[in-house]
């Protein structure tokens, strides 16, 4: 990895370490693969520290800028998935 992930300088720390697993786990899934539930799960928390849709969608832009990897499309993909089922964006 060569890039920085998107971040508000005002976030607490382990709201820093929490939008970094979201991140690492969109990694996972463009890079190999991850349970739907894991990718889900660091989602829900990634929606507690950034609710608002523009603000998501920022992030997400941000992100897909620097990794080529899309938030947006990995996480659809996860909701569309099969309970118990692995995501893999390759």
Do not use: C, N
């Not at 996972?28 to 990634?46: G, H, N, P, S, V």
């Not at 947006?72 to 993909?77: C, F, L, N, S, T």
């Amino acid at each position: 990895m060569d890039y920085q992930y998107p971040m508000d300088l005002d976030w607490k720390t382990e709201e820093v370490i929490d939008a970094i697993k979201f991140y690492e786990a969109i990694e996972k899934a463009y890079e190999d693969k991850i349970l739907k539930e894991d990718l889900l799960t660091a989602y829900r928390r990634f929606k507690e520290i950034v609710p608002g849709k523009a603000d998501e969608k920022r992030y997400d832009e941000e992100f897909e800028e620097v990794s080529g990897y899309s938030s947006y499309r990995a996480v659809k993909k996860a909701k569309e998935t099969d309970d118990g089922s692995w995501v893999s964006m390759k």
